[in-house]
Each structure stands twice: as C-alpha cells, then as structure tokens.
C-alpha cells in the first residue's frame, strides 16, 4: 500500500507511515501535521508548563529592565557592574527555564531543575545576609526613615523580604515538582 501523503510505500497493517508521520484512524489517514498537532494537544501537562514558560519570560523582561536597580548583596547595596552582570544572570536563567517549558527538548529538565537551585540559592544568601538587607532598606527610605519607623517597627520591615522571599522559593520548588512528575513532556 502506498501513503496517501508521501506516496511511500508501506505495509498494510501500519497504522503510522513511517516516512511521513501520517497516522491512520479507523479507515482514514490523518495528514501528518494533524497528527502532530493532535499529539501536542495531548501531551499532559502542556497548559501548565506552556503557561509557566511564558511566566518565565516575562520574569525574565522585568529583569532585563530593572538591570540598572542595586541588589542586595555581599552585606551592602550592589550597583553598576555588579548588580548588571547580577540582573543578566537572572535573565538568561530565565529565558533557558522558559524555552524548553514552551517548546519541550530533552534537556528541558535539568534546565528548570538546575534554575531552580540557582534562585533557591539566590534567595537563601538573600534571607541570611542582614546587613544588605538593612542597606536596602535604608537607600529605599532615603532619609523617611523616622517617619516610617514610628508606623512600622524595622525588625517587622526587614522580615517582609524574607518572606517574599520563601514564597518565591516555594513557587519555583512547586513547578520543579509538576515538572518532575511531568519530565516526559520534555521528552517530545
């Protein structure tokens, strides 16, 4: 028998023409690029990840045009080289946890795994290190800190860093998880 699509010859019993990839439903054929696109439709997970690839491009954005903000690192205020090779690190994590989230490669995994520990990381040298918390804060205050410390105690204000911090943790912890139960969706 000869594909209907590439016109290859092949057995009767097939029901997927190995040339082309056109696969055989009941009595029809569907075309290959139908059946790709059915294919992908079924991949579990696929809303999911698509979803948070996107996410992650975008976080990736936000990062990019914030590549001139200070960071808090190293027990002061980061600026200039420094906190730009810091904000493009984060960029190019993002954009390779992102790729592979939207359109799967066998890679994919260790990629979100690996980019994962690296802002659990990031955040854990965050929450430990005090004193850059502290300059921080200060430099966003730029001499309000009386008024703002007679509203809120400071010890209150340096903890809402760390806990923005865990939450963004847990996030990231909770999509290397659907992404580990999810691995074969990287596997195309």
Avoid at 9 to 18: G, Y
Avoid at 58 to 81: D, H, K, R, W, Y
Avoid at 107 to 118: D, E, I, K, N
Wanted: glycine content about 10%; proline content about 5%.
């Amino acid at each position: 028998m000869r594909c209907v699509y590439c016109a290859e010859e092949i057995q009767d019993a097939a029901i997927v023409c190995r040339f082309c990839g056109a696969v055989k439903e009941g009595a029809a054929w569907r075309s290959p690029q139908l059946a790709a696109a059915r294919t992908e439709k079924k991949r579990p997970g696929r809303f999911v990840m698509v979803t948070s690839g996107v996410f992650m491009f975008v976080t990736a954005f936000f990062e990019l045009i914030s590549i001139t903000n200070s960071v808090p690192l190293f027990a002061g205020v980061q600026e200039g080289a420094v906190a730009a090779i810091y904000h493009l690190v984060f960029v190019a994590v993002f954009v390779a946890m992102g790729y592979p989230m939207i359109w799967p490669k066998p890679w994919g995994l260790r990629v979100v795994l690996g980019g994962t520990a690296l802002y659990a990381l990031d955040r854990i040298v965050y929450v430990l290190d005090r004193p850059a918390r502290e300059a921080d804060l200060m430099k966003g205050m730029q001499g309000h800190e009386d008024a703002v410390f007679r509203a809120i105690p400071r010890d209150t204000l340096l903890m809402i860093g760390p806990a923005g911090a865990l939450v963004g943790v847990l996030s990231f912890a909770g999509l290397a998880a659907y992404a580990w139960r999810r691995r074969a969706y990287f596997e195309g």
